[in-house]
């Protein structure tokens, strides 16, 4: 039976068609992965020819695509790509991009993914007229529709959203996107939890200490106020990319290898998450922006969007009562890097003589999700020739040396697989996505309230955000240590 893909980007003339998808498309392409007859459509309102479209993307692929450009691979690929003017509020122009899309598709099944790669305001009149035009009707092959984040800014905008997705969709149809999903690193967790038997046995509040999460960037604002004022590091990364990170480390082994199973165990994790009531949230968290945002072009002159965030969370069940998840994530830090460290508990008894006030380094494993992506597991040795002293020293493994410098493909290029191949294991599910609303709603809540203390804490641009952040860590006697930055010398 013939079958064609039509890949159609709504939003095609965005920084995100050919920043990323475009050239994932073209390294997926390289890579033989595409099915056999594809084609792919930006749609956006500005008019273009198909040639114009295709100059911008080679820009696009020139710089962002994994894999060395050539001319000639190119040519072979642009010839799939094409473009068309439309306004995809507008349900007369969705119609025609129907009639547009039928006119070359005449084979047997013929199936499509939209990509909404558009303002987030747009998403509900988008759906509507996937809809009322029949675009996202099964009959003649599968419609696939991928949502960028934001998925809705709180608990309710996400349910109205969701909502609005599941009048026209069903959910096997709906691929909301987390990036975070796709790295190659975040992936490994699950295999490295599952699939190895040495850590699983103390993954528990029984041998874990703490875990911290931090996902610091040296960027800042940048040209994106627009986007980013109002809306801050909380709804940004944690509500997403982190409580993501955060269920892959508490979720329990799912029992197969399907989409379901890995989502229904992060989505008990989430539901376990114990919210906090607002006169809860000082006590737990800490909010900074770095000094020069206000002055950032678009930046309202007294916002009080935080750039910088560190977050307490604790997991109520029997493997995490007790243990507490710290997040952090800021803008304009002074390194760029995404890890998770486990700490392990203290041994119970230490038999060797320490200096005073001394205590040994806990062990601890870290995923280094990037950039030196892979895992550093810390342990305490004997330094030589001593009687017993101690030091920190670090077992890694490293993807570069191990599967070779190139072997890790773009978070997209496997998210885009995985919606043509009708896999949603990476994507969120609608359930998750307004777990985490709720878990984060009542932390900006309680930052708004009387219980906080209004913008309080400014940090330098290029440091670790503000002390009050370590302070929250010290309390419990932790501190925050990256245990993918070592350095043994
Ligand atoms: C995006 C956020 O989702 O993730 C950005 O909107 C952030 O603000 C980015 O910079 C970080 O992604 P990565 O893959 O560079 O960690």
């Known amino acids: 039976m013939s079958e064609m893909t039509t890949i159609v980007i709504f939003g095609a003339s965005g920084d995100l068609t050919r920043r990323k998808l475009i050239p994932a498309f073209f390294d997926l392409y390289l890579k033989e992965r595409l099915p056999a007859n594809w084609r792919i459509v930006g749609v956006s309102r500005s008019p273009h020819s198909d040639d114009e479209f295709r100059d911008k993307m080679k820009l696009g692929v020139k710089e962002f695509a994994r894999f060395a450009f050539d001319a000639e691979q190119w040519a072979a690929f642009a010839a799939h790509v094409s473009y068309h003017a439309g306004n995809l509020t507008n349900e007369d122009e969705m119609r025609a991009l129907d009639q547009a899309l039928l006119a070359h598709e005449g084979e047997e099944v013929a199936n499509r993914m939209y990509y909404l790669s558009i303002a987030p305001r747009l998403y509900e009149s988008a759906l509507a007229n996937l809809g009322c035009t029949g675009m996202v009707d099964e009959s003649g092959g599968w419609r696939r529709v991928v949502i960028e984040k934001p998925f809705g800014h709180d608990l309710p905008s996400a349910k109205l959203l969701n909502h609005a997705v599941h009048r026209v969709l069903d959910e096997s149809q709906i691929y909301r996107i987390d990036h975070y999903l796709g790295k190659e690193t975040v992936q490994n967790i699950m295999v490295f939890r599952f699939a190895n038997s040495l850590f699983e046995p103390v993954w528990n509040r029984n041998y874990i200490d703490h875990v911290q999460i931090t996902a610091a960037e040296t960027v800042d604002v940048g040209h994106r106020a627009d986007y980013y004022d109002g809306v801050g590091v909380v709804r940004d990364m944690m509500q997403n990319h982190m409580l993501q990170l955060l269920a892959l ?134 330094v030589p020739d001593t009687a017993a002293r101690m030091r920190t020293v670090n077992m890694a493994f490293q993807y570069e040396t191990a599967f070779g410098p190139t072997a890790i493909p773009e978070a997209y290029e496997r998210l885009l697989l995985d919606i043509i191949k009708g896999d949603a294991s990476l994507f969120s599910r609608g359930d998750s996505i307004e777990l985490a609303w709720s878990l984060i709603d009542p932390i900006l809540e309680g930052w708004n309230s009387d219980h906080t203390t209004s913008m309080a804490f400014f940090y330098e641009a290029g440091s670790w955000g503000p002390v009050e952040a370590d302070r929250l860590l010290a309390r419990d006697g932790a501190k925050w240590t990256s245990g993918c930055q070592v350095d043994d010398s």
């Open 249 to 382: 480390v508490a979720a329990e082994p799912p029992a197969s290898f399907e989409a379901d199973a890995l989502r229904n165990e992060k989505v008990k994790v989430l539901r376990a998450v114990r919210k906090m009531e607002p006169e809860e949230v000082a006590r737990n968290s800490v909010r900074g922006q770095y000094r020069a945002y206000r002055d950032a072009e678009g930046v309202a002159p007294y916002s009080e969007t935080a750039t910088y965030a560190a977050i307490r969370f604790f997991i109520d069940n029997w493997r995490w009562q007790g243990v507490p998840f710290y997040l952090r994530s800021g803008k304009a830090m002074a390194k760029k890097f995404t890890e998770i460290t486990i700490f392990f508990k203290e041994p119970p008894h230490v038999m060797f003589p320490l200096p005073a006030n001394a205590t040994i380094a806990r062990n601890s494993l870290s995923i280094c999700i990037q950039p030196d992506e892979g895992i550093h597991f810390s342990f305490q040795a004997k």
